[in-house]
């Protein structure tokens, strides 16, 4: 199972920090992305980490302004997003998936977190 959690309303210029906790198993050697999806629109791939940090990427849309993280003890995921947009509003899900192929396809992800909120004000 997984819990997304972090989410809120935040100015243009503002910062938040998403985390994703994992229970019920550990999830150390998985791949471990965010998505997000806003009102009207597909489910877009975000970010993806790979289950030893080496391999690390993101959509161009948020590349240069988040960074996503992990902490395979603690069985958690992160994503720091600074410099927010009102374009950046979304619910935003974490998501975990064995291998690293296809880790831009929401299709290729075999579980889910349940989304949190993030609010970008102008």
């Known amino acids: 199972q997984l819990q997304a959690y972090g989410g809120g309303l935040v100015q243009a210029g503002g910062s938040l920090r998403l985390s994703c906790a994992a229970s019920?198993?550990?999830?150390?050697?998985?791949?471990m992305g965010w998505f997000r999806q806003a009102p009207g629109k597909e489910r877009e791939f975000v970010a993806a980490?790979?289950?030893?940090?080496?391999?690390?990427y993101y959509a161009d849309s948020v590349k240069g302004r988040f960074t996503i993280s992990r902490d395979n003890a603690k069985n958690t995921e992160y994503l720091h997003m600074n410099s927010l947009k009102p374009e950046d509003t979304a619910v935003y899900y974490c998501?975990?998936?064995?291998?690293?192929?296809?880790?831009?396809?929401?299709?290729?992800?075999?579980?889910w977190g349940q989304g949190t909120q993030v609010t970008v004000s102008s």
């Open positions: 998501a975990v998936k064995k291998t690293w192929n296809s880790y831009y396809s929401p299709k290729a992800y075999d579980y």
């Open positions: 019920g198993g550990t999830f150390s050697n998985y791949v």
């Open positions: 980490i790979s289950w030893n940090g080496v391999n690390i």
